[in-house]
């Protein structure tokens, strides 16, 4: 049985507990276990308490004497283990604790309202709104207990709800709920249904609660549940304890209709009563058209967008600058649930869905349907869930070089690679604004040619037929409209709140980043001089991700430069010679063949020493790289090693990592044996790496020269003035997102929302000062360049596009037989795609008509997303086996592993070993019959449909991987 854990892993896990210096270590959180016994009932209920850790949990391998050991030592490192355990149970309970009751104990002090200053500011600003609320309640429940509001359908729907708590917690949830949701969306506007049912989700778990906490005789496992109350992690948790509450209070299931009537009554209350002394209110109510882009065209309209009257609410703009100010200097404010642990995650359960965490209950899978669940309660997913654990168990501390220089830069509010700068940007200057009629009119003149153009060529074709052309009824120019002087200047209004509503949104978005940089600071500084562990779960694909949601090596270069693994090894002959490729990769020159990044690094030398000797100041040459915290570790550790005189024995603790090259095609091209296509990304051995992004821009740049040509009066000038638009600046960088996500499924939207992005960034137009004419343009030519990008890819990767093909008809013919479609990957993980039809209809609230969603296993099949997602979550199904596979044959070896996704990390020395298993664990998995299991595994559960034959494959020899060094590199 997996429980049961061999000596080599607890020699391990001795020897990394051993390390740590727990006295020392434990002011970091400001944790005392020396009375841990008297405060903790888990510690009084056995002498042996390692021993009885270890069978409550079952969590960390038996530590059995090793060779030469005493039974002293032994003992020693099993107590030690014990007070790790402690602390790390310590450190969960506390976040539990201070995540969800916060507030309440501050709520619980309102006594101390008059010693005001004593108080945090931030506290102190909501504790402003907290006594309104209340006593509004308290008179709304008056007259609900009085019968005063009548028999109206409203006060029949949330009455009966609200008398069930006291106002102080009904207070407490609106008002924390309100600012959790402002808070989290950057104060952009949130959505009233979102927080109306978020907040009616709270009340009714803690109406459950507090029904069975009058119950004075109640049995010990209720007095457990309820021990849980204040420990639910999010939103979706709140279902599953409602109904395990509801069971026991044996309450009726709340309606979706009368959720939202309670959760809008108490957001209205508190609209009415959160304000200041001057009487403007802290949140804003606005109920305005909305625009809603579809997944699909309107049968009706044949539009791909629909406008809606939608209500939203935010901060009242000045307030809010006013708490964010406030928010960012009260780091507890931004406390995440999930933390890094001090101790390796408790073993994966696929039978109970647990592990992780001791006390919290993080969830196995993500985004899992029931049937899903089922299936893998009783699956043999032992290779899927020993990856799991391996992946946790890897030990990772905080870089000090790294820290403190992201610390400095912090502080001295510098604006250097991912660090946002801390003020926001002023709004537009009204003098700014003056244009002259023509500019102003500019785009309604356009708009004017094109229906000329249109209609002169409507005549000209009638003419052709011999037909008598009939002219639009209402005229394309008002015949009647004033003539205006084309040069006159004048204020443009429309232009000046376009250019404020851009300028604050772009705040909203830096404000965003500056909470984000904060979490990720304190929690870096909680665990400076920690040993941390990431546990991870998986998605329903099987893709591995840390749960700890803010720092981990799954965030971006910040997290990443920021962190190093715990264990250090010995460069050894080859370790040095990877760091140095390492760091020519972070600055974006892995097109060259490896000696030459070597080289490349040691051409730039000087600029390393001085980039690690003075790193905020002089030229900061770091700061140019692609990645540059990322670029700034690795530096630091050249330098190290080459000063201690003896590289190969230098210590190094840097994770370097191995990336593949455009990886959903390289799985694309060994699933179609696809010659053409594998060459392109690097499944045959070349002297160079190939780009499959610059062989793309090449086919797209000659697209575009050639329609940059095309006449004003060609069928496809709207093409040719695209072309024009963005002729000189499509560059890689345009269009490498596109050709990344092109293999899972990116739409024509999203290909165009990302090109977009990124002419934003060429053409500098992300300054505030684009006006709403070229901006269209500009939409319009990233539609363009993006039709363009697909197309040329298609032509590239023909193998690629019919595998897509076959796996899209596939899941079509499952779906219109009102199945999901499902599969089970090589290790064993069964997958089923949970997309369904979601059905809606209106309830109408105090506020505003809501349309509430209903998600369901029950519910019709979505036939249109079952199609179009399943070649994406196949491919994706597949590069989570290949890192699985690779996974489990570093564990073979005790070879510290780590992976996101398609990158994989380990110590320098060990790259060249990590570089021949990957390769391995692909040919392995390329020479099982994939597509032919999965088409025999279809026609066996729909014997009734007759799927197509499989596409057509290549002769690519799929054992050439091995030898093929830049296959990942």
């Not at 709520?107 to 504790?127: C, E, H, V």
């Not at 496992?221 to 309820?226: A, E, I, P, T, V």
């Amino acid at each position: 049985m997996r429980a049961n854990a061999s000596a080599m892993d607890g020699a391990v896990l001795a020897e990394k507990l051993s390390e740590q210096k727990y006295a020392a270590n434990t002011s970091a959180f400001n944790i005392s276990t020396s009375n841990a016994a008297n405060d903790d009932i888990f510690f009084q209920q056995s002498n042996d308490e390692f021993a009885f850790l270890r069978a409550k949990f079952d969590a960390l391998p038996e530590f059995s004497g090793q060779l030469g050991e005493s039974a002293e030592e032994t003992a020693e490192k099993a107590a030690q283990a014990a007070a790790m355990i402690k602390r790390q149970l310590k450190i969960e309970e506390a976040q539990l604790l201070e995540a969800s009751d916060l507030y309440q104990e501050t709520f619980k002090n309102l006594a101390k309202m008059g010693r005001g200053t004593a108080m945090k500011s931030a506290q102190k600003l909501m504790l402003q709104w907290y006594e309104p609320l209340v006593v509004a309640l308290k008179k709304e429940i008056l007259a609900i207990r009085a019968g005063e509001l009548g028999t109206s359908s409203h006060f029949q729907h949330y009455g009966p709800y609200l008398v069930q708590l006291p106002v102080e917690k009904l207070a407490v949830i609106t008002l924390t709920t309100m600012l959790n949701c402002t808070l989290r969306n950057g104060n952009t506007g949130t959505k009233l249904v979102s927080i109306a049912m978020e907040i009616s989700d709270m009340v009714e778990a803690e109406s459950h609660v507090f029904y069975l906490k009058q119950e004075k005789e109640a049995p010990f496992w209720q007095k457990k549940l309820l021990d849980t109350s204040s420990r639910v992690a999010n939103v979706r948790a709140l279902n599953s304890f409602n109904n395990r509450l509801r069971k026991v209070a044996k309450g009726e299931m709340w309606t979706d209709a009368a959720k939202a009537k309670v959760g809008t009554k108490l957001i209205d209350v508190l609209l009415k009563t959160a304000v200041d002394d001057k009487g403007v209110s802290a949140f804003v109510y606005s109920n305005n058209f909305y625009v809603q882009k579809l997944p699909y065209a309107s049968k009706q309209t044949g539009q791909s967008m629909a406008v809606k009257r939608m209500g939203f609410v935010h901060m009242e703009p000045a307030k809010f600058l006013e708490f964010s100010k406030l928010s960012l200097k009260d780091s507890t404010l931004l406390m995440p649930r999930y933390l890094p642990m001090l101790v390796p995650p408790k073993r994966w359960d696929n039978r109970e869905f647990s592990g992780a965490y001791f006390t919290m209950k993080a969830p196995m899978m993500k985004a899992i349907s029931a049937q899903q669940r089922m299936a893998v309660r009783h699956g043999e997913l032992n290779d899927v869930l020993d990856a799991l654990d391996y992946l946790g168990q890897t030990g990772w501390r905080i870089n000090p070089v790294v820290h403190t220089v992201i610390k400095d830069a912090w502080a001295a509010k510098l604006s250097i690679a991912e660090l946002p700068g801390a003020d926001p940007l002023p709004m537009p200057e009204e003098s700014a604004c003056f244009r002259t009629v023509r500019e102003i009119n500019a785009s309604k003149e356009r708009y004017y040619a094109r229906r000329e153009a249109e209609e002169e060529m409507k005549k000209k074709a009638a003419e052709e037929r011999g037909e008598v052309y009939t002219p639009p009824a209402v005229p394309i120019r008002d015949p009647n409209a004033v003539i205006e002087d084309p040069d006159e200047v004048r204020f443009d209004e429309r232009f000046y709140k376009y250019l404020c509503s851009r300028v604050a949104k772009k705040n909203g978005e830096m404000h965003s980043i500056r909470c984000d940089v904060t979490i990720k600071l304190n929690i870096a500084e909680k665990f400076k001089d920690e040993v941390m562990f990431f546990p991870h779960n998986i998605d329903f694909r099987g893709r591995a991700y840390p749960i700890p949601p803010n720092l981990s090596h799954l965030g971006n270069d910040f997290c990443r430069g920021i962190m190093m693994f715990d264990k250090a090894k010995k460069l050894g002959p080859v370790g040095l010679r990877w760091l140095k490729i390492h760091v020519t990769n972070l600055f974006g020159n892995n097109k060259i063949s490896l000696d030459d990044r070597v080289k490349w690094a040691d051409a730039n030398m000087d600029k390393i020493r001085a980039s690690v000797a003075e790193p905020l100041g002089g030229e900061r040459w770091w700061s140019t790289a692609e990645e540059p915290f990322q670029a700034l570790a690795a530096m630091a550790e050249i330098v190290k090693a080459i000063d201690s005189g003896n590289p190969e024995e230098y210590m190094c603790s840097l994770a370097v990592h191995q990336d593949g090259s455009c990886n959903g095609l390289q799985h694309y091209a060994g699933l179609g044996r696809d010659a053409q296509g594998g060459a392109a990304v690097n499944l045959v051995p070349h002297d160079v790496p190939q780009d499959v992004y610059s062989k793309v821009l090449t086919k797209v740049l000659a697209k575009v020269e050639a329609d940059a040509e095309l006449p004003d009066n060609d069928p496809r000038a709207l093409e040719g003035i695209c072309a024009r638009i963005v002729r000189g600046y499509v560059s890689r960088k345009v269009i490498k997102q596109t050709v990344m996500t092109s293999v899972y499924g990116v739409t024509q939207s999203g290909a165009r929302a990302q090109v977009e992005a990124r002419l934003h960034e060429v053409l500098q137009l992300d300054n505030g000062t684009i006006t709403p004419e070229r901006e269209k343009e500009v939409s319009a030519a990233a539609a363009y360049l993006a039709k363009l990008t697909l197309l040329s890819l298609s032509e590239m990767f023909s193998s690629a596009r019919g595998i897509m093909d076959w796996l899209g008809t596939c899941a079509k013919l499952v779906a219109q037989h009102d199945s999901a479609m499902s599969w089970v990957t090589p290790l064993g993980l069964p997958v089923i795609q949970p997309y369904r039809k979601i059905q809606q209809h209106t309830v109408s609230t105090v506020m505003q008509s809501i349309t509430l969603t209903e998600h369901s296993d029950l519910l019709p099949i979505s036939l249109s997303k079952q199609k179009s997602a399943f070649p994406p979550n196949f491919v994706h199904s597949m590069d989570a086996t290949h890192m699985m596979m690779t996974c489990l044959k570093m564990k073979k070896l005790g070879l510290t592993f780590a992976a996101v996704h398609d990158s994989y990390w380990t110590h320098p020395s060990d790259i060249p070993v990590m570089n021949d298993l990957l390769r391995e664990a692909f040919v392995e998995l390329y020479s099982l019959p994939l597509l032919e299991d999965l088409r025999d595994s279809l026609e066996m559960r729909f014997p009734d449909i007759d799927f197509p034959p499989l596409p057509e494959r290549g002769q690519l020899d799929i054992n050439l991987v091995k030898s093929s060094q830049f296959f990942f590199h």
